[in-house]
């Protein structure tokens, strides 16, 4: 059968999706996938992918009308919408002539099942065996990342994120300088210390301590850098998501979003913002905050510096 899956943005969500993806390729299934820019890195290295299309969604319905008019997808047995906005599924079924299914659909709902790649693989209608996501790394990257490195142990922070190609979410950052006192932390237990990170953290995140690589390493290289690592902890972001795929021991920071809804139960070690409308969201556009917003400042210091003692325990 010949699928076309559409999973346009964005990068954290594409790794949650890739276990849905590689169970349609282990059924036997010739999968084409649409993507945005955002999560090309994702599906661009996933193994027995047929063909990769770059849409440029998320972008304005105009842009993105003249571009489906030069790319129109046909002749899928299947389109998978891993997602739940109608908007799309109507571009879907204008792009591709087939009907949709999608995490939108009344019988498929997105987010009745958790964590989200167990909703992915049930709206693709495959059975995981594993829901880790799936990101290989090359040793060029692992090579590229030692030159940084060196053969020391490290830790590695994420303090930044919370954007992708729809939104920006700055109630998922924890303060950067509390971040810096972990950081000091850290280097006191003989660790060095490095801040992960895209182009656009380099500077938000620069006094949170360490040696700042944010925007100075491709996706797969920040993948290298963190698997690596001996110990990972950040805010809920796309690093987050590629510590469970190495399989680092990872701490994750949250406020409006929901472990359980986004991680696998045991691949990470959570600390939750304790006000009571935290967790406002689970895994869709962030509706704002209508509240005080000090959800991830409600998470102080010491408790991450005493969560991070019992990982080192373990």
């Not at 962030?286 to 325990?313: A, K, N, Q, W, Y």
């Amino acid at each position: 059968m010949k699928i076309l899956v559409v999973k346009t943005h964005a990068f954290g969500d594409s790794l949650m999706a890739t276990p849905a993806v590689a169970g349609l390729i282990a059924g036997g299934h010739s999968v084409t996938v649409l993507t945005g820019p955002s999560s090309f890195p994702v599906w661009s290295r996933l193994p027995g992918v047929n063909s990769i299309v770059q849409s440029p969604a998320p972008c304005s319905a105009a842009k993105l009308f003249m571009w489906s008019m030069l790319h129109m997808q046909r002749g899928y047995d299947r389109v998978i919408h891993l997602g739940s906005s109608p908007a799309a599924c109507r571009w879907l079924r204008f792009l591709t002539g087939r009907k949709v299914t999608s995490g939108g659909d009344g019988s498929t709902g997105f987010g009745t099942v958790k964590p989200a790649a167990r909703d992915y693989c049930r709206i693709a209608g495959v059975q995981c065996s594993s829901l880790k996501p799936l990101f290989p790394i090359t040793e060029a990257e692992y090579t590229t990342a030692e030159k940084h490195t060196g053969s020391r142990p490290y830790i590695v922070l994420a303090p930044g994120g919370a954007r992708n190609a729809r939104e920006y979410v700055p109630w998922k950052r924890w303060p950067v300088e509390r971040w810096a006192e972990v950081s000091i932390y850290l280097q006191a237990k003989g660790y060095t210390v490095f801040l992960a990170g895209g182009t656009e953290d380099r500077v938000e995140i620069s006094s949170a301590g360490g040696i700042n690589l944010a925007g100075k390493l491709s996706w797969g290289e920040t993948a290298a850098l963190i698997a690596k690592a001996a110990l990972f902890a950040g805010n809920d972001s796309g690093p987050a998501h590629l510590a469970v795929s190495s399989g680092t021991p990872a701490l994750v920071l949250f406020g409006p979003t929901n472990p359980d809804s986004l991680y696998r139960r045991g691949s990470i070690v959570s600390l939750c913002g304790t006000v009571s409308c935290s967790p406002c969201y689970s895994n869709s556009v962030f509706p704002g905050c209508t509240g005080d917003g000090d959800c991830m400042t409600s998470i102080d210091t010491e408790r991450v510096i005493h969560t991070l003692e019992g990982m080192f325990e373990k």
